[in-house]
């Protein structure tokens, strides 16, 4: 299984590339090193009718987040919508690294997107992120008749560390009696804790996301051992996945976070949750925002607003 031309460019123009251990540097520096990748493999996302900055209330404090309004929106009743969690790491990145992805949701599932900038670790360590990701999805359900969107046709998605947060939120959602969510999109989401799946040592170096990469991650995120294998820190552990919203769930073949994105998919359907899985071969975990350089990313927004679609009109 090689990987694709435009992929094994991209990598072996990093793997050239020499830098320091990250427990070594400053988190802002981290940070920034970050972006700059992320940022220089994307293109800007397509037009949209409106986006609005603003702050809502938190169990931590202000939680900013991004709305996003199709085309024609004012003449719109009730548009359906999507809560987004970037990826992140629970570290890195934020609203601009993950516009292009929003936007094209916007356009393409014609729906109101909130992108949502929960806090980061090691600032704020876990369980923060996920109260955030909780908060702002009941603000939301409560709020977006006003802003125009429709509380009875609400999805969450996510990637990477954000597609944890989603399932967190959906599973949450679901024990406490709402807010209804329609469908989860799970973008190669972070669905466990485990850094021993054979995916991790087969795809753990030279593929952009390291197996010491998500290690330095979980070292900032949690405050101790034991924290990660509670059930909003890796979600596959739950017990009953029954009842949980309709899901796509898309992995990439060489990613370290595979194994537990399929064995993720494979455990909603067991549980009878209507789930569809796409594996896109010959790529690597970030492909959902490198717009500029990966022409999957466009394939896999189009899958994915498609499967929106579908959720928002069977409601």
Known sequence: MRLHPQVQAVCDEVNAQEA?????????????????????????????????????????GKIPIRIYWPKGYARKKALPVVI??????YVVLGLDTHDNACRAMCEGADCMVVGVDYRKAPE??????????????KWVAKNCAKLGGDPNRIAVAGDSAGGCLATVVAQRAKKEGGPKLVFQLLV???TDTREDRPSYKTFGEGYLLTAEVMNWFFDCYFNKKS??????AAP????????LPPALVMTASHDPLYD????YAKALKKAGVPTQHINYQGHIHGFWTATGKFDVAAEAHAAACKALRKAFRKR
């Open 20 to 60: 320091k251990p990250l427990w070594d540097r400053p988190i802002a520096e981290v940070r920034a090193d970050f972006n700059a990748l992320v940022t220089s493999l994307e293109a800007p996302g397509p037009k949209v009718g409106k986006v609005a900055n603003r702050k809502i209330p938190g169990p931590h």
């Open 84 to 89: 987004n969690f970037h990826g992140s790491g």
């Open 124 to 137: 704020n360590k876990f369980p923060k992120p996920t109260d955030d990701a909780w908060a702002s999805t």
């Open 188 to 190: 190669y989401p972070v």
């Open 227 to 232: 924290e990660r294998s509670t059930v909003t």
């Open 236 to 243: 596959i552990r739950a017990r009953n996945l029954s009842g």
């Open 260 to 263: 537990e994105g399929v064995a």
